[in-house]
């Protein structure tokens, strides 16, 4: 069983009921392969990627469609074989709603595979920056749900204490990495010893919750079949939101990372064991991300489950492998119970950040209650995991003083709703801290684009000024010549003539110019 | 006693040497608080609020010649910052300069276009890109959004469209107004 060592314990947060039981009483699904695959080009943070295939061209399964723009981005690769139809808008899981450049493949049914990537068994015998760059070209992301890419984490430098391995999972609804740590526990161990080579570091900790005991105990029985003794299995206390990396690196290490900063730089790195797989598949087998699991569930589903599927398979029929919808089927959501958000119909396509689809009934989903006004109560700086005060944050976002709220920390926000729970008053706090944040990210922009445009202002003033300077001393210099022929009449229609004879050669070349346009 | 005024005498020509020399060395060439202003301004430089661009208008504000209200592409974020700024009351917008509107950019029918370069001349930030009896585009990214080449095209072909909002752009709604305690 699951060794306890020391643990800590993050300030605030929640118990939250799982919700989790219906959807791990079956085994993974695998979902056919839809006749249609939607590849949004942005499945990460970071630029969006570029397309490298045309409308017309035919695709193996994993053959890479996309590569990306900067060094923070990813590939995308086709998750089947078969011929690109249509590069173009289309709508996508997002908070928004909007549409976002997407590759179209209509599959062909063979599945046919790509030879592109060699497998590398051999890997401990291969440099970290080659592991990086076949981590990079296989397009592995986080996949708890940020969706960062994997290969810049992995640049994070030698010296690391320890990798943790996040299966604890985020929210409510969320078990997708409960179940693959049950089904494919020596997939997570060889992607965690694929990262810890690359890495260079000599311990892993495998977090699982405390509620989740066949997770932990089929990872410590795989751990032992593999005899990995650098890996440890920790079962940590079931605390919503601990599947949070700083909120995980605190519990096991009692060591926060600073506001502003990144795990490396306390010595940690955090991956989720979704990841890991996906990391060990890229370098052992040459396998690119071209598939994901997902929780699909709530009481709208047939039968709630997880669901292996491609992506840009549409939500639908990732439902339809869960069994369809039940009569009961009234809101869609992406995400979990606490940071999901509806999607606009099932037509988007699953991403790789998509874990967890819900479908809800009336009941689970009740409407907010109305607002009341803040009484300073306090209960949300209690709740709040990331240490902020939830109340002066609101307090300034509501009367518009946005500038205040870098000195109360918004960005630390890790906007996972413990304060709206906590609040007594039913404030909807995380979404005035989302808004404010996304409206100083535009005001941000908009300063970045003012100073081009001043810029690009002052260079063309500055360009008039010497333009007009130019043609003064032009004139001064006619004039000059001119004075200087005073008193003798033929020097003075000598000079006339000239320029009279320029000006009419320039005005006889621009009409011919003119005529063999209208010719 | 001519020791103690000798020595005055020399600090005093000591440091009005020293502060002479500090003058002319540490000149500061441009004025602090016009640059500061123009960093609030948005860069538009379309000349609604009677200056010839946003930097005429910033060193108007720092001379006490002009309001911090009129200023219509920044609308009120700019004039909280400048009040902020300048230690002033935010006031309203002036409706003489104009109103706030979501921000565009200058589209040109290209079909219509007769390549007569007025455009071009009006544009204070150079994104229209062309030359005469050629067909000029707008530089989308470049554009300010400021109208300014709207009225000088003799064929009416420059639109100006309000700009696309796309995932990265996109902003979380503004929650609908949550009640204080003194309105419950």
């Known amino acids: 069983m699951a060794e306890t060592p020391r643990l800590w314990k993050f300030h605030g947060g929640l118990k939250l009921d799982s919700r989790t039981s219906r959807a791990t009483t079956e085994p993974i699904a695998v979902a056919p392969v839809p006749s249609r695959l939607v590849l949004p080009l942005s499945q990460h943070i970071g630029q969006p990627a570029e397309p490298v295939v045309a409308v017309g061209d035919r695709v193996l399964r994993g053959q890479p469609v996309a590569r990306p723009r900067g060094y923070v981005g990813a590939k995308v690769h086709a998750s089947s074989s078969g011929q690109v139809v249509e590069i173009g808008l289309h709508p996508v899981p997002h908070p928004s709603g909007l549409s976002a450049p997407c590759i179209v493949i209509e599959t062909d049914g063979a599945d046919q595979r790509w030879d592109g990537y060699e497998p590398m068994p051999n890997y401990a015998s291969m440099s970290a920056p080659d592991l990086r760059a076949r981590v990079r070209a296989a397009g592995v992301v986080g996949l708890g749900g940020a969706a960062f890419p994997t290969a810049v984490k992995l640049g994070a430098g030698a010296g690391l204490k320890l990798l943790i391995l996040n299966g604890a999972e985020c929210e409510p609804y969320i078990c997708c990495d409960d179940m693959l740590m049950r089904q494919r526990p020596e997939e997570i161990i060889a992607g965690a010893q694929v990262l810890m080579h690359t890495l260079e570091i000599e311990q892993c900790a495998v977090a699982v919750e405390a509620d989740m005991p066949e997770a932990a105990a089929a990872m410590e029985e795989a751990r032992k079949r593999l005899g990995e003794d650098r890996i440890q299995v920790v079962s940590v206390p079931a605390l919503y939101p601990e599947g949070g990396e700083r909120q995980l690196i605190k519990v096991l290490t009692g060591e926060e990372v600073p506001a502003g900063g990144v795990p490396p730089d306390i010595g940690y790195l955090c991956h989720n064991v979704g990841t890991a797989a996906a990391v060990g598949r890229a370098v052992l087998a040459g396998e690119p991300l071209i598939s994901r699991v997902v929780t699909v569930t709530g009481a709208g589903v047939a039968s709630p489950r997880n669901v292996e599927v491609r992506l840009g398979t549409a939500v639908a029929d990732l439902i339809a492998a869960a069994g369809g919808y039940t009569e009961q089927a009234r809101h869609l959501l992406m995400g979990g119970a606490m940071m999901g958000f509806p999607l606009p119909d099932d037509s988007v396509p699953v991403t790789k950040a998509m874990n967890c689809v819900v479908v809800a009934s009336a009941e689970e989903i009740r409407p907010r209650k109305p607002a009341l006004p803040c009484i300073r109560c306090g209960e949300c700086a209690g709740a709040c995991p990331a240490r902020l005060l939830p109340q002066q944050l609101y307090w300034h976002a509501r009367a518009g003083e946005l500038d205040r709220l870098d000195e109360y920390h918004l960005f630390d926000c890790i906007e996972c709703g413990c304060c709206d729970v906590a609040c007594p008053s039913q404030l909807p706090l995380t979404q005035y801290f989302r808004y404010a944040k996304t409206e100083l990210w535009a005001r941000e922009r908009d300063r970045e684009r003012s100073d081009v445009a001043r810029q690009r202002f002052e260079a063309r003033n500055a360009r008039l000024e010497a333009d007009k300077a130019a043609r003064r001393k032009k004139l001064d210099e006619k004039t000059r010549a001119l004075k200087k022929t005073e008193g003798d009449r033929e020097a003075r229609q000598q000079l006339i003539d000239d320029v009279l004879k320029k000006a009419r050669a320039r005005k006889s070349g621009e009409d011919a110019d003119t005529g063999g346009d209208s010719a | ?184």
């Open chain 2, 1 to 184: 006693m001519i020791a103690a005024v000798s020595v005055v005498a020399g600090l005093a020509a000591f440091f009005g040497l020293a502060l002479g020399f500090a003058a002319v060395r540490f000149r500061q060439e441009e004025d602090p608080v016009v640059e500061r202003i123009d960093q609030l301004l948005p860069q538009t430089q379309c000349g609604q609020c009677g200056y010839p661009g946003c930097r005429p208008y910033a060193e108007a504000i720092a001379a006490g010649d002009a309001d911090i209200n009129r200023c219509p592409p920044g609308g009120e974020a700019t004039i909280h910052s400048l009040a902020d700024l300048l230690d002033r009351e935010p006031k309203p917008l002036d409706p003489e300069r104009g109103e706030e509107k979501p921000r565009t950019v200058a589209v040109i029918r290209e079909d219509l276009c007769i390549g007569c370069t007025l455009c071009i001349q009006a544009c204070p930030v150079d994104a229209i890109l062309g030359a005469g009896k050629q067909m000029h585009t707008v530089i989308e990214s470049e554009c300010t959004g400021c109208e300014l080449c709207v009225e000088p095209c003799p064929v009416d072909c420059i639109d100006m469209v309000p700009e696309a909002v796309t995932i990265r752009t996109w902003k979380w709604p503004r929650p609908a107004a949550t009640p204080r305690a003194s309105e419950a």
